[in-house]
């Protein structure tokens, strides 16, 4: 296929020239829509693979490996938090302490995704990643025997699974990208990230109706390192190791190198890159701070209410652990379907329509979280159809952040989505709120209500970080088209020694 421009829009033609060979180029004027381009991008609907077509039955194993494997990623990552309560019991440790747990895992996971963003586009992407899972695998198991005079080794356990998580977070997403172009891609990493705040709550719950059963919350730990090592096992024999922006580039995959260096270079160039980059850094702020400490806040104020005598010795009543979690895959669900649908159906007629439904997402949550925070030590039930709320629109982001991911080129999609780390950055930067919650405890420590009243004060800071992340991804709306363009005008031509300028037509 061949393109000629046109005022306003996109024109195609389609000749065929000696020896039946395609070749796709791209022309646009700067008022084009992106998503009109993604749609148009590789009319061959066949995953490519190399010189031959990957068959979709494989293709397909080899997406659901990758969100079984992702699934259980989040399912581990919330475990501890379902069973929070129990362990700061059995270590006999305070808010700001067990914010650890949370805290080193991310840390970890910030400092090491940049490196596997670099060796994922260079090196194989799916042994990278086995080595990875392995790792994670282990220590979460090991983690499992620690007692109770050795916490300093659990927080070093989380902090080696923040490890081998960094690998697979980082490359997966970008091996389902150059599987499928066009539609087909949107859905396949919409059913990635869809398993976020599902495998979320399934950790939630499998936390705390596991610790239930046995008495004993580190048998809950013990769950996903056996699920896990079958997850290994499949993606050995069936996921591909496709060539690094095949979907653009019919199969061929991209031959060019980069430093490191020029790589970084170019994402800072990219506008879009870097404010959406502080939109989800905001939005994972928000999902961090709650997901770890909604279902510990939830308990306190049934506390507060008298409905519920305080936990002085394990096991603690994790029940709030169990409805948080069936709320956060109830929510996941329906947000990220929601959030696809409109995306789907808005992207021909809406422009830039990406960037402003991550913002709807994000402000529309605010005042549903204020009534969560303010209606907790009066109505549970209540509470929990805030919560609800707030979490599906938060979820509409989900599956979006994953097509925002792709405005990069295709051979260097790990370092555009981890680069950054920006959904971790988010998370590092939401131990604030169990630091301010100790801090104003101190004024009352022997008092459950003011227990209850210091962590409401501190999740204030979600709703005031919300307000910055709906302004970023307005701002990024403005850029968002043309950089699309310009990355895409990359991988369908020749490639070029020189980046693309971006935030041009």
Known sequence: QTCRRTTG??????????GQRDRVSLASSSSGRYGSIAGGLAKSTTPLVGDAALSTRRSYLAVAVLCYLNLLNFMDRYTIAGVLLNIQKFFDINDSTSGLLQTVFIFSFILLAPLFGYLGDRYNRKWIMIGGLSVWLVMTLCGSFVN?????????????????????????????GDMFSGGRRTIAISLFYVVLPVGSGLGYIMGSTIATATGDWRWALRVCPVLGAVGVVLLVFLCPNPPRGASETRGQGVAGRSSYLEDIKYLLKN?????????????????GALAFWAPTFLSRAQVAQGSRQPCVAEPCDTSDSFIFGA???????????LGTLLTRGLIGRVPHVDP???????????????????????????????VFLGETLL???????????????????????KGGSSPLLGHMTSPPCPQISDSLSAYDPGSPQWRFHSLQYSFLLCPAVAVLGGVFYLVNALYITRDKMAAQRFSEGEQPTVLPKLGSP
């Open 9 to 18: 829009h996109h024109s195609f033609q389609t000749e065929e020239g000696a």
């Open 148 to 176: 109770k005079k050795y916490f300093w080794v659990l927080v070093l356990m989380r902090a080696l699974v923040g490890t081998g998580e960094a690998s697979y977070s980082t490359i997966a997403p970008t091996i389902i």
């Open 271 to 287: 506008k879009s890159f870097v404010w959406s980059s502080l939109g989800i850094t905001s939005m994972s702020f928000v999902t």
């Open 327 to 337: 709320v956060t895959v109830a929510s996941g669900i329906f947000g990220v379907g």
């Open 356 to 386: 402003l439904i991550c913002a709807v997402g994000m402000l529309g949550c605010i005042p549903c979280l204020l009534a969560a925070i303010f209606l907790a030590a009066r109505s549970i039930p209540v509470t929990y159809v805030f």
């Open 395 to 417: 979820s509409l982001n989900w599956p979006i952040m994953g097509d925002i991911v792709l405005v990069s080129r295709g051979a260097w999609r790990s370092t555009r989505l």
